[in-house]
């Protein structure tokens, strides 16, 4: 089995359809989609669990982490929630939401996610380089499991993704260009959060995630940093002083969501 984990919106539906258009492989998700054909052996399972909560994972199954910058993935989260979760939501308030992951929302946080599957990863790719190259990433996979003959002819871009009809990311629709594709697939863009963060979330952001940015050789203004992930170390004990801020923003975030969720009850937003 192909476990493919991620935090939300890192190149997971891409690297399906990859598999699916150069292998022919289909996939589904864990926990198991509700449209899969329980009939089937599925060889790649993605999932956004930790990997703590990836049960039936094996000691021989093949691991790729897909790693994204924190503040494009959580972006670009806050879109699709506004798009096809809360229309009403704000952009702001799911980026806040994104950033702090009160309660252990997001799948525990952008942090907690990635730290989670390092050590058990066999492979660990970026998403800015697998969309610049994905017949690099594909030689990568190749070397490490026995995967069906393959067509890189059927290649696509992020761009033809999301203008086309893909297997995966289409929801259920066939048509070209369908509306969903254009919406699930947003940008694919490096540094989309320059657009949308304030100074204040960059801050938040960075009081959160920043010492895991650095550690997957992720800027504070953007650029991307070589790392041999082999030798990185992923332990993290914060100060009491960081634990306090986390809390006290969890706590103001977990209030503005309920404010809002007030506000779109009684229609005033």
Known sequence: MIWLASFPRSGNTFCRNLFYDVYGLESTSFPIERNSDKSKKYR????????????????????????????????????????????????????????VSPR???????????NSWIERADLIIRFEELIKDPLHFL????????????????????????????????????????THSKKFFNKGKVGQWKEVFSGKQHKLFWLF????????????????????????????????RLKWLKKYH???????????????VLKLT
């Open 44 to 99: 790649i399972l993605k999932t956004h669990v930790p990997y703590e909560n990836a049960v039936g994972l094996k000691d021989d199954d093949l691991v790729i982490c897909l790693v994204r910058d924190g503040r494009d993935a959580i972006t670009s989260n806050a879109k699709y929630r506004k798009n096809f979760i809360e229309p009403r939501s704000k952009l702001k308030s799911n980026i806040d939401h994104g950033i």
């Open 139 to 178: 030689k990568k996979i190749e070397a490490k499991a026995d995967l069906p003959e393959a067509d890189y002819s059927k290649i696509k871009t992020f761009s033809q993704l999301k203008y086309g009809a893909p297997r995966y990311g289409s929801g259920g629709q066939k048509t070209k260009g369908s």
């Open 250 to 264: 969890e706590a103001r975030v977990l209030l503005n969501s309920a404010f809002q969720k007030t506000l779109r």
């Open 209 to 240: 995630h920043g010492e895991q940015m650095k550690m997957m050789g992720y800027g504070k203004d953007g650029d991307i940093l070589p790392v041999d992930f082999t030798k990185t170390s992923f332990d993290h004990n914060p100060s009491d």
């Open 104 to 114: 252990g929302a997001h799948f525990g946080g952008w942090s907690k996610n990635v």
